[in-house]
Nanobody
């Protein structure tokens, strides 16, 4: 059974940094693309970043590119999202999600498996 568990959320001041972690289990890590999403109550969930399991390529939402960085550690079955220069508008619940790569390098898009999320609040 695919299992994704996010951690690392919390309260951070504007301009600060935070690194989220996603622990993956129940599947062959190198066969699945992993992405990070976030959702604010009342708004649609938005995809922030993804990392391809096939070639290691990454993609980012334009509004977080250069501030957020996704990385993975296949030895530990972990994916991380480093978030810098955080703004109040980054306040949300953050989710990691996975989908079977199916041989494709493209990691952006819909995911089949989701974690429960971790809450990030950016406030002074």
């Amino acid at each position: 059974e695919v299992h994704l568990v996010e951690s690392g959320g919390g309260l951070v001041q504007p301009g600060g940094s935070l690194t989220l972690s996603c622990a993956a289990s129940g599947f062959t890590f190198d066969d699945y693309h992993i992405g990070w999403f976030r959702q604010v109550p009342g708004k649609a969930r938005e995809e922030l970043a993804c990392i391809s399991s096939t070639d290691g390529s990454t993609n980012y939402l334009y509004s977080v590119k250069g501030r957020f960085f996704i990385s993975s550690d296949s030895a530990k079955n972990m994916v991380y999202l480093q978030m810098n220069s955080l703004k109040p508008g980054d306040t949300a619940v953050y989710y990691c999600a996975a989908n079977d790569a199916g041989g494709s390098n493209w990691c952006w898009g819909s995911k089949d498996y989701w974690g429960e999320g971790t809450s990030v609040t950016v406030s002074s």
